[in-house]
């Protein structure tokens, strides 16, 4: 595989692009996160998504601590190259760190944001640093 696939994505000044992961079966939005090029060849290479961690300042295999990895099922880029989608079938069912499917458990509701996701595992029981 070259590397020109990678000079399709259109990168912000710090050298990322936005990531989407949803779950290949549902279609479900698991999470937004961010990739470098390195990230992005790593997913392609593997099959299991990485990520640029900007809290961490550093690449981020997703389950690398929790074991809930992504494996990526389909990789795509937006018509203007700047955000990428991944159909992911997800380990454990869990994609957020705070132990539910998925980070967006939170709907708007009457004006105050509602939790609508129950916590599937408690997070000190999936992150033993927490």
Same mark, same amino acid.
């Given at each position: 595989?070259?590397?020109?696939?990678?000079? +399709?994505?259109?990168?912000?000044?710090?050298?990322?692009?936005? =990531?989407?992961?949803?779950?290949?079966?549902?279609?479900?939005?698991?999470?937004?996160?961010?990739?470098?090029?390195?990230?992005?060849?790593?997913?392609? !290479?593997?099959?299991? =998504?990485?990520?640029?961690?900007?809290?961490?300042?550093?690449?981020?295999?997703?389950?690398?601590?929790?074991?809930?990895?992504?494996?990526?099922?389909?990789?795509?880029? !937006?018509?203007?190259?700047?955000?990428?989608?991944?159909?992911?079938?997800? =380990?454990?069912?869990?994609?957020?760190?705070?132990?539910?499917?998925?980070?967006?458990?939170?709907?708007?509701?009457?004006? !105050?944001?509602?939790?609508?996701? =129950?916590?599937?595992?408690?997070?000190? +029981?999936?992150?033993?640093?927490?």
């Amino acid at each position: 595989m070259t590397a020109n696939w990678l000079d +399709a994505v259109k990168w912000d000044d710090k050298g990322l692009v936005t =990531a989407i992961a949803q779950d290949a079966a549902t279609g479900r939005v698991l999470m937004v996160a961010w990739m470098n090029r390195e990230s992005l060849q790593l997913t392609a !290479d593997t099959g299991i =998504a990485h990520y640029w961690s900007r809290s961490r300042n550093r690449l981020w295999k997703k389950g690398e601590e929790s074991g809930h990895l992504q494996t990526v099922q389909e990789l795509r880029l !937006d018509c203007d190259g700047d955000v990428i989608t991944m159909q992911v079938e997800q =380990a454990g069912g869990i994609a957020c760190h705070t132990g539910r499917e998925s980070c967006f458990y939170r709907v708007f509701r009457d004006g !105050d944001w509602v939790v609508t996701d =129950a916590v599937l595992k408690d997070p000190h +029981a999936i992150y033993h640093s927490h």
